[in-house]
């Protein structure tokens, strides 16, 4: 059972190979929906980047708007390079959110930062893809508010059920 709800708002996604691996992202870190802008999505999806079928496992829509008719209980939390921003390795984040993403050809809209309760960047030298921070946010979001609040299982059950048939590896 989950405890928090979160929910990947990206703005007009532009890379087939990053709208597949933000799918995969979303599932391995049971992000409970996607809301997405713009139509360069539906052109990305077919290319079945998405090898794990993960958009089966949560809501995926278009929208206009990706902050429209949120719970009064979901923050606003923009990820971008965001003068004022606070850097991720010192980021708290809220029990239920929506993180916002920028396109990777742009950035998040002023008027969309000024309605978020927070912001916040992945420290770099030089910027990432959509899909790489999607991946960094999201671990540190389960690395910080612990396992057991997004995962059923965990050691080597969680190992288990999560890697490949092929991959039947141990320690020792």
């Known amino acids: 059972m989950k405890t928090s709800d979160v929910i990947l708002g990206l703005l007009n996604p532009k890379s087939a190979t ?14 409970t929906a996607i809301r997405y802008t713009g139509h360069r999505w539906e052109r990305g999806a077919k290319f079945h980047t998405d090898t794990k079928n993960a958009a089966s496992h949560f809501d995926i829509k278009r929208v206009d708007d990706v902050l429209e008719g949120l719970t009064t209980d979901t923050q606003v939390i923009c990820v971008d390079l965001i003068e004022g921003a606070t850097p991720l390795p010192e980021f708290q ?17 002023q008027d969309v930062i000024d309605r978020a309760d927070g912001a916040t960047y992945v420290p770099t030298v030089g910027c990432m893809n959509l899909a790489a921070t999607v991946n ?33 590896t141990r320690v020792g």
């Open 18 to 31: 990053n709208v597949g691996a933000v799918l995969r992202a979303a599932n391995c870190y049971q992000a």
């Open 93 to 109: 984040h809220p029990a239920n959110a929506i993180y916002v993403f920028g396109p990777e050809d742009g950035s998040i809209p």
């Open 136 to 168: 960094v946010v999201l671990y540190d979001r389960l690395a910080k508010r612990g396992t057991a609040d997004a995962l059923t299982t965990s050691g080597d059950d969680l190992i288990r059920a999560s890697r490949d048939r092929n991959n039947n």
